[in-house]
């Protein structure tokens, strides 16, 4: 684990309050991170915030956060001019993907994103593009829809891929309509051997006790919660 600074070099708006930005961090190539670790930012004492790299290089690192407008924290670093330096740690977290040939599905909603993302990009960084992968993912409505273009284009690299998009709260073509907890049935399931959740606690409890339920042992179920 690393604490170190790193810098913002870009910035882009995904929706109206997601940002995926991106930091400079030469010290990173110490000590690299594992597809669904994070990062925490010391923004002031006793104000540190964690996020889950959606991408990472050698020297660099990727961040999706949501912009909680009466939060303290995340919109320091998504108002963040270019250039901005922060302090922080990292690698943190055991959420990681494991290197296992055996097919995974990947659950989650909202600023949940981030870490599946990225253990998807381990898959293909590890070769796991063999076995059936699947990545479920909701949010509450069409503007709220992003890196839908990148997830279809991850997919075109696996053997066996689909992408199953949620929306909780509208009726759109190409999307399901309602919970990603929907999703988990017999059927559904049946051809994954690994889970990883990641999305709010109510979303990832729901989706442990169904796994559970259907008969999914813990050891094959991954998650974390914010
Ligand atoms: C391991 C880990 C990884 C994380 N990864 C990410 C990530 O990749 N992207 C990301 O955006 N966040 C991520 N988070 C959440 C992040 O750390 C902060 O909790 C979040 O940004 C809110 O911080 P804040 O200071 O703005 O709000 P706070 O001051 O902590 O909260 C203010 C109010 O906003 C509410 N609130 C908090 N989060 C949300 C939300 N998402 N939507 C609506 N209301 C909310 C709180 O309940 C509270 O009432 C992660 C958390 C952990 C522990």
Redesign the pocket.
């Known amino acids: 684990m690393l604490k170190t600074t790193f810098t913002l070099i870009t910035k882009t708006d995904l929706t109206h309050d997601v940002y995926e930005l991106t930091y400079s961090c030469p010290d990173l190539v110490r000590d690299p991170p594992k597809p669904g670790q994070?990062v925490m930012f010391q923004l002031a004492p006793g104000l540190n915030?964690?996020?889950?790299l959606a991408s990472f290089t050698l020297t660099t690192f990727t961040?999706?956060?949501?912009r909680?407008e009466?939060?303290?924290?995340?919109?320091i670093i998504c108002d963040a001019e270019m250039g901005q330096v922060f302090s922080g740690m990292l690698p943190l977290?055991h959420f990681v993907l494991r290197d296992t040939p055996v097919s995974k599905c990947f659950i989650g909603t909202?600023?949940g994103f981030?870490p599946l993302y990225c253990q998807m990009l381990g898959c293909i960084e590890l070769w796991l593009i063999q076995s059936h992968t699947a990545f479920v993912f909701g949010v509450r409505t069409l503007v709220d829809v992003f890196y839908a273009d990148e997830i279809q284009m991850i997919g075109t690299q696996f053997v066996h891929f689909q992408y199953v998009p949620y929306l909780s709260r509208e009726d759109k073509p190409d999307f399901q309509k309602g919970y990603v907890i929907d999703w988990i049935t017999a059927e559904n399931i049946a051809d994954y051997v690994e889970f990883y959740l990641c999305g709010s606690p109510i979303m990832v409890k729901s989706a442990r006790e169904k796994l559970e339920a259907l008969g999914i042992a813990n050891e094959r179920v991954f998650w974390?919660q914010?």
């Open positions: 994070y915030r964690s996020y889950s961040l999706v956060i949501k909680v009466e939060g303290k924290g995340s919109y977290g909202g600023t981030a974390e914010y």
